[in-house]
């Protein structure tokens, strides 16, 4: 398929082709959950805990007599069922990660570009090229009408670029090394450079 290529400032810079096996496939909604999923999963943190029988601080020593007393026998304050014992089967810390082949995250990644291609959400520009000055490039994504963009550059982003999106609300930039299906899928216009097109190509081919 062949996209227009524009410059920041709206100017046209002539036209690229992109690959239909990367940008012309039909978008799977049960794919691009499984990788999404299996990006938010490795991203949790898994530091969630309580406190078990042997882990509260409370005496060993028996609390009552065995017999005599009317009541159940008990022989520890930490049993579960006593106010301030222990949880019982509660969550302690460990990783949310799962196993994901690697040919489905490739696919994941080709259907999210598929994705944006066809809602026509995607925007080819010839470089990502600033002068650092957040004010010049605020008015560049404001005049191109991008609210919440995420936009993809080569093998390295331009620093000076890089510095004054930091400041846009909306406005993320990623290497192509970088490039995910979560936050491609969770902003509304896709922004690939034409070395950024060049290295995902590169990288799914």
Known sequence: MKLDVIKLDGGSAGSVELGDEIFGLEPRADIL??????????????????LGRSEVS????????????????????????FRKGGIYKGPTPRSHAHDLPKKVRALGLKLALSAKAKAGSLVVIDTADSDGKTKTLA??????????????DGSSVNENFARAASNIEGLDVLPS?????????????????????????????
């Open 58 to 81: 409370y005496s060993t020593k028996k609390i009552y007599r065995q017999k005599g007393t009317g009541g159940a026998r008990h022989g520890s304050r930490k049993a579960p069922i």
């Open 33 to 50: 959950h499984r990788v999404v999923r299996w990006q938010r999963n490795k991203a949790m943190a898994g530091t969630h805990s309580t």
């Open 177 to 205: 090394i970088g490039a995910n299906v979560y936050d491609i899928l969770r902003r509304d216009t896709l922004v690939l450079t034409k070395a950024g097109v060049e290295a995902l190509e590169a990288r799914l081919k």
């Open 139 to 152: 008015k560049q994504v404001r005049d191109l009408g991008w609210k919440r963009a995420l936009v993809i």
